[in-house]
């Protein structure tokens, strides 16, 4: 019965091909045209259709699992990676880069730009300021030891005195005379006053 129904469906799908085949040679060339113009158009929509399934089921493939629908992944990479590196991040240890400040002095013909390393100390004379420095010199300038006291003590200087401003490298030692006295590695006794005493050695370090 199988076999039966099989070759009847052969002879029925060899009949019909006969009839299309005979048909189409009794056709016009304007029909053959539009027959093939119609059979290239069901082939490319369909082959068309055929190919986006072939590459939807192809994307689909290649997209990892955990990655939502409808998103783009994007890296965003910190702009810290972008920043020059620090000193820090070159030595892998901590640098101090040491700059050595320098203080101008106003004279009548010029301005002496000294370095503060080099200021032993400062003393008022009457509205001027006597400096003293490291390689025994001495400079006058016409400003009252306020106005350097203001500037010097951010540099580590202290006033010892109303009349005394201190480079605090160059104390030797303290001296108990008097009630307390400064000497200074140039051989000055410099006086310390009773309010500025307790200052005074805790930046000595007591």
């Known amino acids: 019965m199988k076999n039966k129904i099989i070759f009847g469906l052969v002879f029925i799908l060899a009949y019909d091909i006969q009839i299309a085949y005979a048909d189409f040679l009794n056709m016009g060339s304007a029909e053959i045209i539009m027959l093939l113009v119609a059979g290239l158009v069901f082939f ?3 082959g068309g259709i055929f190919m986006l399934i072939y590459f939807l089921i192809k994307k689909n493939r290649n997209t990892p699992l955990n ?3 409808n998103t783009v992944a994007i890296n965003f990479v910190s702009p810290l990676a972008y920043q020059n590196p620090t ?3 070159k030595s892998g240890k901590k640098e101090t880069i040491k700059v050595n400040a320098r203080i101008a002095l106003p004279q009548q013909n010029e301005i002496r730009y000294v370095n503060i390393d080099e200021i032993i100390r ?3 004379d009457n509205n001027y300021t006597n400096f003293f420095f490291s390689d025994g010199g ?3 300038i016409s400003k009252s030891l306020k106005e350097y006291s203001d500037l010097l003590k951010p ?4 006033r010892t005195h109303q009349s005394h401003l201190v480079n605090p490298k160059f104390v030797k030692s303290w001296l108990k005379e008097d009630g307390g006295t400064l000497l200074m590695d140039s051989g ?4 310390v006053s009773k ?3 307790e200052l005074v050695k805790e930046i000595l370090g007591k």
Do not use: H, S, T, Y
């Not at 540099?155 to 202290?158: A, C, E």
């Not at 000055?188 to 006086?191: E, G, R, V």
């Open 44 to 46: 490319g929509f369909f």
């Open 87 to 89: 000193v820090e991040e």
């Open 195 to 197: 309010p500025n005493r």
């Open 67 to 69: 990655a939502a629908p």
């Open 188 to 191: 000055d006794k410099i006086p």
């Open 155 to 158: 540099q580590g200087f202290v």
């Open 138 to 140: 001495q400079l006058l």
């Open 122 to 124: 400062c003393e008022a």
